[in-house]
């Protein structure tokens, strides 16, 4: 084997190494909760979503089956809420932008017979 490939695959590893190593040093994303708010009923969904050490800036909604997102609303205490004319259908996905600029996708959070006061965690966080 000559020197130069000797050369190329030591770097190839040093590099991958380096990189392995910086993905286990990466700090993971806060959890993010979403918990139902009082006033939530078939057609007006509130939900307060906290994510530690930052807030929303953009929340959107899609229900169950749906391919379409819809902006919420931002209420006080960072309560955010979507009203719509036909009964709302979950389970239900969110996806976020925080002021930090962390964007996520969230399927599946809130089911469809929720409890209003309930705080939901996504699935596999």
């Known amino acids: ?7 190329s695959g030591l ?8 990189l392995l190593a910086g993905a ?4 993971p ?14 057609k007006h969904l509130a939900v307060l979503v906290s994510c530690q050490g930052d807030s929303m800036v953009e929340v959107a909604l899609r229900e169950n089956a749906s391919y379409e997102w819809v902006d919420m609303s931002k209420g006080e205490g960072g ?3 979507f009203d719509s004319e036909e009964p709302l259908q979950g389970p239900f996905n969110f996806r ?7 964007k ?3 399927d599946d959070v809130i089911p469809d017979k929720y409890t209003i006061g309930a705080t939901y ?3 596999g966080q």
Not at 24 to 27: D, K, L
Not at 33 to 41: H, K, L, M
Not at 96 to 102: A, H, S
Request: proline share 8%.
């Open 1 to 7: 084997m000559s020197s130069s490939s000797k050369s």
């Open 11 to 18: 770097l190839a590893m040093a590099l991958l190494a380096a």
């Open 24 to 27: 286990r040093c990466a700090a």
């Open 29 to 42: 994303a806060p959890p993010v909760t979403f918990t139902v708010e009082a006033g939530s009923n078939e």
């Open 79 to 81: 309560v955010w809420t």
């Open 96 to 102: 976020i932008c925080t002021e930090k600029r962390m």
């Open 104 to 106: 996520d996708v969230f």
């Open 121 to 123: 965690t996504p699935p």
